[in-house]
């Protein structure tokens, strides 16, 4: 439920992490598309899924950003007074779920294109996690969109069906994928899993803040501010680990690329290298 007034200090709490997501996802996409070169191409198709995932997400911000600016005026000088919700205007929380309905697939896509499995294999992966993460951002958002705490919760469950599969898929089957990977590739994996099942756990803590007993303009700012932090992760920081097993992958097939892009990395890999061919 949007609040009908805001504070000074939690309106600029929200415009602060809105624009801080901006600013992270732009220049997130634009790093990952400069760093092409630094990879082998078999893996710069993970790299650029990555970028659009940010650019997608920068964009939806933007659009948040203005919904948000437009939602809450102040009538004090200087903006020093209380905000309140502009007549006829209203916050729209349907972009976050338009852009987790685009990006949450892609972000798993990215993670098993970057690994280069068998063919047969990643299409496994992807015929079961892609339509999995669109159900499970579809599910979520009837709940989002309720002011009742019981109808909120029903599709809160409904939409952590699909979740726990989700994470039975990176944890169990991809695992199983993961045997012919260098050691500090399959390191990184684990690491990202871990990554993302944390950053993931803190949209639901966020989403059940009202049915929780967090009404009103805290509960509203905690969530914004969490959604916001959340997306960062999952997207800004998953798109770098993604270009380091890109990297490291490079290394591995490549000895040569390895030693052109810098002595100090080719020794970091070498044995690693060895181990692999071995």
């Not at 994928?177 to 639901?204: C, E, K, N």
């Not at 997207?235 to 993604?242: F, P, Q």
């Amino acid at each position: 439920m949007i609040p009908d007034v805001l504070t000074k200090g939690q309106f600029d709490t929200v415009y602060n992490v809105l624009s801080l997501a901006i600013a992270a996802q732009l220049f997130t996409a634009v790093f990952l598309l400069a760093v092409q070169p630094r990879v082998l191409q078999r893996y710069r198709q993970a790299l650029v899924i990555s970028a659009i995932v940010c650019g997608i997400a920068a964009y939806h911000y933007f659009r948040i950003f203005g919904s948000f600016k437009a939602a809450f005026v102040s009538d004090a000088k200087g903006g020093d007074g209380t905000y309140t919700q502009a007549i006829g205007e209203s916050f729209n929380e349907g972009y976050r779920y338009v852009d987790w309905l685009l990006t949450v697939p892609l972000l798993l896509t990215e993670l098993v294109v970057v690994l280069a499995l068998a063919r047969k294999l990643q299409a496994s992966l992807l015929w079961r996690l892609i339509p999995a993460s669109a159900l499970m951002i579809a599910l979520g958002y009837p709940g989002e969109l309720s002011a009742d705490n019981a109808t909120r919760l029903i599709w809160g469950t409904l939409s952590t069906i699909p979740f726990l599969y989700i994470l039975y898929v990176l944890f169990v089957e991809l695992t199983r994928s993961l045997d012919h990977q260098s050691p500090s590739v399959r390191m990184t994996v684990s690491r990202m899993r871990i990554l993302l099942f944390a950053a993931w756990g803190v949209y639901p803590i966020a989403y059940l803040l009202p049915v929780l007993g967090g009404d009103g303009a805290i509960a509203w700012v905690s969530k914004q501010a969490g959604y916001s932090v959340a997306d960062i992760v999952a997207k800004c920081l998953y798109g770098i680990l993604i270009y380091r097993i890109a990297r490291l992958k490079s290394f591995a097939d490549d000895a040569g690329f390895a030693k052109a892009e810098g002595k100090e990395e080719m020794d970091g890999t070498h044995e690693e290298i060895i181990e692999t061919r071995r």
